[in-house]
C-alpha cells in the first residue's frame, strides 16, 4: 500500500479515537452530575426508591396532591428524628405533629432535641389522663395515658399526647376504619385500603397538617404528609389514589421521606432500610397477609368502653387506624379519649 494511504488511514483512525475518547469523558461527566444531584436531593430529604412512585397512565388525569407543607414538616422533625431504639415510633410521631401544629399557630415548637422522647414517654402513666385509667401492665413507652396494655403506644394514647401538648382549641382523635362502617357488604380488601386512604386523603386536604398512621399491622407508626389522588377524594370514596408520602421515624430528618405507589401501599414487601414494611397490606394487629396471625404486641383495649366483647369482639383490629387533627369538640367530645369511625361518626363502642 503506498505511504500516502497509510497515513490517510491512519488519521482516520486517530480522529475516530479521539471522538470515542471525548464520547466517554462526555458520559461519565454526565454519570457524575447524576450522581450529585441524587446526592443533594437525599440531603434535602428527597428520598424516592425505585419502582416506588406511581406512573400516570395516558387513560389517567394527572393526580393532585393532598398534604402538609413540605417546609413546616422539615421544621417539625429536623432536631427531633430519630427516634430512640424500642418503640418509640407513637412517641416521635406525636411530638412532630405537635411541632407543626405550633408552627401552624405560630409559636414556638414545643419540642427541640431528641431527649423529649423519655419524658413524653414516661409522662403520667400511672396516675392515667384518661377517664378510663389505664391498662396493665405498664410500660415505659406507654405515654400520658394507654387503654391498652401493648410493647409501645396505642393509637389513642398519641391522640391524646397530641392534643395534650399542642395549644389551646386545637383537637385531635383516633380514627378507625372497618369496611362495616361505610359498606352493606365486605368490598375486596383493596378496596378497603382504598377508602381508609381516602379518609385519610380529606383529612390532609382539610387541614395541612401531617396524620399519624399506623402501619405493619400495628407494628409501627409514620407520619403521613400526603396523598396523590387521580379523583376528588371529597366526591369519591374511593378515590382513585396514585401515591402515598410518609416520613419515618426511624430515619434521620434528611432521610426520612419515602413515597410509595397505591399498589405499594396496599400490597406491601416495601424494602426499606429499616426491613420490608407491609405497610396497609395487613389490618391492625395482623402478622401475615389477611389475618392469619395476630401480632400480640399491640393488643386491644383492656380498660374503659373500646374493650371488646362478645357481641363486638373488635376494636382496632380488623381494620387501619390513624390520628388526625378534627373540629369535634363539642359536647365534651373534644376529649382524644374518644374515637371516631373513619365515616366521622363517634365510637361509643367497640
Not at 208 to 223: F, K, Y
Not at 316 to 343: C, E, K, L, M, V
Request: include cysteine; charged fraction near 10%; proline fraction near 7%.
Amino acid at each position: 500500500m503506498p505511504e500516502p494511504m497509510r497515513k490517510s488511514g491512519s488519521l482516520i483512525h486517530q480522529r475516530w479515537t479521539l471522538r470515542y475518547a471525548q464520547r466517554l469523558a462526555f458520559d461519565l461527566s454526565l454519570a457524575l452530575l447524576l450522581i450529585a444531584g441524587a446526592m443533594l436531593s437525599s440531603s434535602r430529604g428527597d428520598v424516592f426508591w425505585a419502582g416506588a412512585v406511581a406512573q400516570a397512565s395516558p387513560a389517567l388525569p394527572a393526580s393532585t396532591f393532598y398534604g402538609a407543607d413540605t417546609a413546616r414538616t422539615n421544621a417539625a422533625i429536623a432536631s427531633i428524628w430519630p427516634q430512640y431504639p424500642g418503640p418509640y415510633c407513637g412517641i416521635e410521631t406525636a411530638e412532630a405533629a405537635v411541632n407543626y401544629d405550633d408552627l401552624v399557630h405560630g409559636v414556638g415548637m414545643r419540642f427541640a432535641g431528641r431527649g423529649a422522647q423519655s419524658s413524653v414517654a414516661s409522662a403520667n402513666q400511672r396516675s392515667g389522663a384518661s377517664r378510663w385509667g389505664y391498662a396493665r401492665p405498664t410500660n415505659t413507652q406507654a405515654g400520658i395515658t394507654n387503654i391498652a396494655p401493648d410493647y409501645g403506644t396505642d393509637p389513642r394514647s398519641i391522640a391524646y399526647m397530641i392534643y395534650n401538648y399542642t395549644p389551646n382549641n386545637t383537637f385531635f382523635h383516633n380514627y378507625i376504619y372497618r369496611w362495616q362502617f361505610a359498606n352493606g357488604a365486605q368490598p375486596s380488601f383493596n378496596t378497603q385500603v382504598a377508602q381508609a386512604t381516602t379518609s385519610v386523603a380529606r383529612a390532609l386536604g382539610t387541614w395541612h397538617e401531617p396524620v399519624t398512621v399506623i402501619i405493619n399491622g400495628g407494628l409501627h407508626a409514620v407520619l403521613v404528609t400526603g396523598i396523590y389522588t387521580y379523583t376528588n377524594p371529597y366526591t369519591s370514596y374511593p378515590a382513585q389514589i396514585a401515591s402515598v408520602v410518609y416520613r419515618d421515624p426511624q430515619a434521620w430528618p434528611s432521610v426520612s421521606r419515602f413515597q410509595v405507589s397505591y399498589t405499594t401501599w396496599a400490597g406491601g414487601h416495601f424494602s426499606t432500610p429499616f426491613g420490608v414494611y407491609s405497610l396497609w397490606s395487613l389490618y391492625y394487629g395482623d402478622r401475615y397477609s389477611r389475618g392469619d396471625g395476630l401480632n400480640r404486641s399491640d393488643v386491644e383495649p383492656t380498660v374503659g368502653p373500646y374493650r371488646p366483647t362478645s357481641a363486638n369482639p373488635v376494636h382496632w383490629y380488623r381494620g387501619f387506624t390513624w390520628i388526625q387533627r378534627d373540629n369535634h369538640w363539642a359536647n365534651g367530645t373534644y376529649s382524644p379519649d374518644w374515637a371516631y369511625r373513619s365515616t366521622g361518626s363517634l365510637m361509643t363502642s367497640p
